[in-house]
């Protein structure tokens, strides 16, 4: 079945087709919230509030751009609230020193070294790195899931590289960074 029968389906409740699309994306939807929340509990409750919205709103997509570009776009701003909650609560709340960095001791040096970086970027910009560099969207693809212009994601893109070159030059030369 095609993905315009399937989503045709789904928009008038057939469970099978919901379930269908579900399983075609399911996927790739939660590979982009986790590198955009960071941790597998942020994930699995992004992903799964994504899906919640995207069942609520199949009546309203219309075709105009690809689905799978419509469902990232609800997950991407899914994994972004949440992430945007979760540091808000962080910083109201007196945590222990050392205790937001006990998941990280079981990761590798480098992707620990790479997230961390990732972390300090603005937010637009670790958006644009991830769906452009990690996910391969295009930067008319990502505008639109944004709402701005491809030069925009462009530009963005362009400072979010040279910014993690400068955050991870210490690591790639050699010397010692102290954690902050």
């Not at 597998?40 to 992903?47: K, V, W, Y």
């Not at 609800?74 to 949440?82: D, F, K, T």
């Amino acid at each position: 079945m095609t993905e315009a029968e399937l989503i045709r389906r789904a928009q008038q409740g057939e469970e099978a087709a919901i379930e269908a699309l579900y399983r075609r994306h399911a996927g790739r939807v939660y590979t982009v919230v986790r590198r955009i929340t960071g941790e597998d509990s942020q994930a699995d409750d992004a992903a799964q509030e994504a899906w919640l919205q995207v069942v609520r709103g199949l009546g309203s997509f219309r075709s105009e751009s690809l689905f799978s570009t419509w469902l990232h776009r609800i997950a991407v701003n899914c994994a972004l609230y949440r992430r945007r909650r979760d540091r808000q609560r962080e910083q109201e709340a007196d945590l222990p020193a050392g205790l937001a960095d006990e998941g990280a001791r079981d990761e590798p040096v480098l992707r620990v070294r790479l997230q961390r970086a990732m972390d300090r970027l603005p937010e637009g910009m670790r958006k644009v790195l991830v769906l452009h560099d990690v996910e391969g969207y295009t930067h008319e693809e990502i505008a639109e899931m944004l709402g701005v212009a491809p030069g925009t994601c462009k530009s963005q893109l362009f400072k979010a590289r040279a910014k993690m070159r400068s955050f991870l030059r210490p690591q790639i030369e050699g010397e010692e960074v102290c954690s902050t």
